[in-house]
């Protein structure tokens, strides 16, 4: 089983639509949650973190079920520019032999396009 | 904000060449560096963790002797791919951490290394 897991899509979707994408994660033991956007051949960036009592920055909302080991991420009022593929990532407890510190995993990611 | 530089951008060579890549953090200094490598039409995967000043961790599955990573400074990491084959072909990419054994802090990616080894 994958350690981080998402709905590849693609999802397509016009201008103005609501969308959400999940993510599922394997470790009880991680310790913090981040979506991220990657435009095609670009580097990953940071799209926003999430939190247990769930966070909103503008379109985007998240939500974090640790019971479920659940993620998701909500985008209201798509934009073209939304077109990207979205990767939900986690990252384990820190321990004390510091190999974990900082270590991302990133599930394999969800493509969505956003057409006019 | 924090920027990082990768440097090349883009690498074709020829099978047996040995490829250095950099990663610079521009404006802060980097305790940790993470090596990721992205296969097409999959995701990041990490490869080897490098901390300032040690030696790097690498992942399961990744060869040290294959992938030298050296982090000499607080703001440069490299990635030396040895002898390297049409299968080490790939996106290459960096990310710098500010904080050692604080997780929950975003990481900065570098722009990222397209290695093409004909």
């Known amino acids: 089983r994958k350690e981080v897991e998402q709905d590849p899509g693609p999802f397509n979707v016009p201008e103005g639509a609501t969308v959400a994408f999940n993510c599922t994660y394997s470790?009880?033991?991680?310790?913090?949650f981040f979506w991220y956007r990657q435009d095609c051949r670009k580097e990953p960036k940071l799209l926003m973190s999430v939190y247990s009592s769930g966070n909103e920055d503008g379109r985007f909302t998240a939500q974090l079920n640790r019971a479920s080991q659940y993620i998701s991420l909500l985008i209201r009022d798509s934009k073209l520019s939304d077109s990207a593929t979205y990767l939900c990532v986690v990252s384990p407890r820190s321990n004390a032999g510091g190999t974990s510190y900082g270590k991302l995993t990133f599930g394999q990611g969800t493509i969505l396009t956003v057409h006019p | 904000g924090a920027v990082v530089s990768q440097h090349p951008s883009r690498v074709i060579c020829k099978s047996g060449t040995s490829v250095k890549i950099e990663c610079r953090s521009l404006?802060?200094?980097?305790?940790?560096m993470f090596w990721y490598r992205q296969f097409p039409k999959q995701s990041l995967m990490l490869m080897a963790t490098?901390?300032?000043?040690?030696?790097?961790?690498?992942e399961q599955g990744v060869e040290k002797d294959k992938f030298l990573i050296n982090h000499a400074s607080l703001t440069l990491s490299t990635l030396t791919v040895t002898s390297a084959h049409p299968e080490d072909s790939s996106f290459y990419i960096c990310?710098?951490?500010?904080?050692?054994?604080?997780?929950?802090?975003?990481?900065?990616f570098g722009d990222g290394t397209r290695l093409s080894i004909l």
């Open positions: 990310s710098a951490s500010r904080y050692r054994g604080i997780s929950n802090q975003p990481q900065h």
């Open positions: 470790n009880s033991a991680s310790q913090s």
């Open positions: 404006d802060f200094q980097a305790t940790t």
């Open positions: 490098s901390n300032e000043g040690s030696k790097a961790t690498y």
